[in-house]
């Protein structure tokens, strides 16, 4: 994945070179790449071609990484550290940590607009829908919008799971239907995957919750306990971390169900099994 996205980006000696630079930064080293692997791993059940699924899976990852840019600038989410290093706007300034997600947003539909990755036109469009719905206003940037406003706000449990499931959720869901669409589909195997994709979507952002609960200091460049710091509604402030912990089992239980009549479903698994024993 990390030469695929080496490969897409812009070259760091090509003009302009410091946008060029900070795009690099911004994506290339860190990252546990959770997006890529479940297209990858999505794209198993549909038998697509590898090549095809890492165009999707890159786009994806170039989606996640401009968001992070722009949640950590001052206007955000003011954060200094991500992946174990200085922040975008931190290391090359605010203008440019702006570009920088400009232009990783608008190389994700490029890359979606300039392979082949379906052999069917009409379903290529398609994806290239899926992932402007699951970051837009209607996605991730919509949820966004919403934890923003919910700062020092008591909001209740459905309301917290309706930010999440656009926040963090959407591209997580984008992620599989994306993998999945670069093969054959069937309908029903889609709804399938959806369900899959929302429960594993709505898991991450629980167990993200608990980690930042329970590490009192700064584990791999993330701030832990920011969250509550913040004064942000998270799973664990409004349900206990013992409430968060079952939730996050049940959504995991729900997860392998949805996928457990599907052949080549293995991958499917043991992320979900990760997103749920992650300790970083
Ligand atoms: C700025 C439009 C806009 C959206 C930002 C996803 C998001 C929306 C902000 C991230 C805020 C955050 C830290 C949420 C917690 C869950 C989460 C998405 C963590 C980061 O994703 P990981 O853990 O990161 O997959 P890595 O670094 O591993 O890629």
Same mark, same amino acid.
């Given at each position: 994945?990390?030469?695929?996205?080496?490969?897409?980006?812009?070259?760091?000696?090509?003009?302009?070179?410091?946008?060029?630079?900070?795009?690099?930064?911004?994506?290339?080293?860190?990252?546990?790449?959770?997006?890529?692997?479940?297209?990858?791993?999505?794209?198993?059940?549909?038998?697509?071609?590898?090549?095809?699924?890492?165009?999707?899976?890159?786009?994806?990852?170039?989606?996640?990484?401009?968001?992070?840019?722009?949640?950590?600038?001052?206007?955000?989410?003011?954060?200094?550290?991500?992946?174990?290093?200085?922040?975008?706007?931190?290391?090359?300034?605010?203008?440019?940590?702006?570009?920088?997600?400009?232009?990783?947003?608008?190389?994700?539909?490029?890359?979606?607009?300039?392979?082949?990755?379906?052999?069917?036109?009409?379903?290529?469009?398609?994806?290239?829908?899926?992932?402007?719905?699951?970051?837009?206003?209607?996605?991730?940037?919509?949820?966004?919008?919403?934890?923003?406003?919910?700062?020092?706000?008591?909001?209740?449990?459905?309301?917290?799971?309706?930010?999440?499931?656009?926040?963090?959720?959407?591209?997580?869901?984008?992620?599989?239907?994306?993998?999945?669409?670069?093969?054959?589909?069937?309908?029903?195997?889609?709804?399938?995957?959806?369900?899959?994709?929302?429960?594993?979507?709505?898991?991450?952002?629980?167990?993200?919750?608990?980690?930042?609960?329970?590490?009192?200091?700064?584990?791999?460049?993330?701030?832990?306990?920011?969250?509550?710091?913040?004064?942000?509604?998270?799973?664990?402030?409004?349900?206990?971390?013992?409430?968060?912990?079952? @939730?996050?089992?049940?959504?995991?239980?729900?997860?392998? @169900?949805?996928?457990?009549?599907?052949?080549?479903?293995?991958?499917?698994?043991?992320?979900?099994?990760?997103?749920?024993?992650?300790?970083?």
């Amino acid at each position: 994945m990390e030469i695929v996205l080496s490969t897409h980006l812009p070259a760091a000696d090509i003009a302009p070179k410091t946008l060029h630079q900070a795009m690099r930064y911004a994506v290339l080293e860190g990252g546990k790449r959770v997006r890529p692997l479940l297209a990858f791993a999505a794209g198993e059940i549909t038998q697509a071609q590898p090549e095809r699924v890492e165009i999707a899976a890159a786009a994806v990852e170039l989606i996640h990484a401009y968001s992070l840019v722009h949640d950590d600038m001052p206007a955000m989410d003011n954060d200094v550290l991500r992946r174990g290093k200085p922040t975008c706007h931190v290391e090359f300034g605010e203008a440019t940590a702006l570009l920088v997600g400009d232009s990783l947003q608008t190389l994700a539909f490029d890359l979606l607009a300039s392979h082949t990755l379906n052999d069917n036109a009409q379903q290529q469009l398609h994806m290239i829908k899926i992932l402007a719905n699951a970051s837009g206003s209607r996605g991730m940037a919509g949820g966004q919008a919403i934890d923003l406003a919910s700062v020092g706000v008591a909001i209740s449990l459905p309301e917290l799971e309706f930010m999440h499931i656009h926040k963090t959720g959407a591209l997580i869901r984008a992620a599989v239907l994306l993998g999945a669409h670069c093969g054959q589909l069937d309908p029903a195997q889609i709804e399938k995957l959806d369900h899959y994709a929302k429960c594993v979507g709505l898991a991450f952002q629980v167990v993200d919750d608990i980690l930042d609960a329970s590490a009192p200091t700064a584990i791999l460049g993330k701030t832990a306990g920011k969250d509550a710091a913040d004064n942000k509604p998270t799973y664990v402030s409004l349900m206990g971390m013992t409430e968060a912990k079952s @939730l996050a089992a049940s959504l995991h239980q729900d997860a392998l @169900l949805a996928i457990q009549g599907f052949e080549h479903n293995q991958r499917l698994r043991e992320m979900a099994d990760f997103i749920i024993q992650r300790t970083f």
